[in-house]
């Protein structure tokens, strides 16, 4: 699965919980034989229910 993939379903609703899509994203990213430092160290930026924004890491936000 290719990085673009994974970042397009983690963008995909912004009102899911995003570490539970850090944490499969991480899974199946795993999975699929790649390496999972690789993923870990994306950036990535979501949408809060509240209409703001927040920024993150998916190891970090993975790991909350």
């Keep these: 699965m290719r990085i673009d993939t ?10 899911e919980n ?8 991480l899974e199946k990213w795993s ?6 430092t690789v993923l ?3 950036e ?3 949408k809060t ?4 924004t927040e920024t ?3 190891g970090s936000v993975a790991d909350r």
Excluded: C, M, Q, Y
Aim: no cysteine.
């Design 18 to 25: 995003v570490a539970t899509i850090a944490t499969e994203a």
């Design 49 to 52: 229910p509240g209409g703001g």
């Design 44 to 46: 990535l930026t979501w």
């Design 40 to 42: 870990r160290g994306v």
């Design 6 to 15: 994974i970042l397009s379903r983690l963008k995909a609703d912004s009102f």
């Design 31 to 36: 999975k699929s034989g790649n390496d999972p």
């Design 56 to 58: 993150g890491f998916v």
